[in-house]
């Protein structure tokens, strides 16, 4: 994996998590960690101006900070800060999808309902809705340097993995830890379809034919990656709430997403947001590029 860890900050609580979490990820990776001061201020009555004096002190106090915590943290490690000017979603995404050399995006993701802050749901959806880069979304209270659990994927056999598969290996390869790799199908399947009085023994058939395309799937995956432990399962059931159930006690969760645009920007599908939802890991979302 290359290229540099960013992170948003912006003061708040779930702010600080998320510095903690990418200084840890920064430094299992050698890599440099880049702090992105992204603070979205509304205008209301008694808010500070964005261009005011005291939010310029406020902004440089917020990023010294943050970059003094990481280096005492880690004194070896390269800590770069950037304070945007635009607004919190456009500095974010410009940032993940520029030509710099940001490898990963780390996001808290849960605003303080009534103060400023960029770690607004809607604007943490954007983000991961519209990065090239994965992003991570990390919750207020995650602690990064457990390091006891494993990393779960939700990988989904109809669709392109390879992006997917890739991030997946390579992050449990650095983390030293398994792989939980989990298919789900909706029930009724779309694509398996079942005719009403199916005997236990076409059934049986079915899984195994599901199985072996798993297989198929992580056997590349696995010979480039000999060292990481491996666990795949193929279960029936609601793919968002399945992955959850999942990566329960795990450090992450990843899923990936396909480029959609709606007429009010990018989406990340239905499977994603169930899981920043609802998991108590953090979540990575990761582009998935369709190829033909």
Known sequence: MTGNIAVGVDGSPESRTAVRWAAHEAKLRQTPLHLVQAGEWPFLPGALSPYSPARSRYTDHVLRSAAEKARRRYPAMTVISDRPTSLADHALIAEANGSGAVGLMVLGSKGLTGMPGFLIGSIGMAVAGASKRPVVLVRPGTDPLTESGDIVVGLDLTESSADLLGFAFAEASCRLCTLHVV???????????????????????????????????????????????????????????????ASAGADLLIVGRHERRAALGPRIGHVAQAVIHHAAAPVVVVLQTRRP
């Open 183 to 245: 298919h789900v199908w909706a029930q009724p399947p779309d694509t398996y379809s079942l005719a009403e009085g199916t005997t236990p023994e076409a059934e049986l058939e079915l899984r195994t034919v599901v199985d072996k395309a798993l297989d198929e799937t992580l056997a590349p995956w696995q010979r480039r990656f000999p060292a990481v432990p491996v666990v795949a399962q193929a279960v029936a059931g609601v793919p968002g709430a399945e992955l959850v159930y």
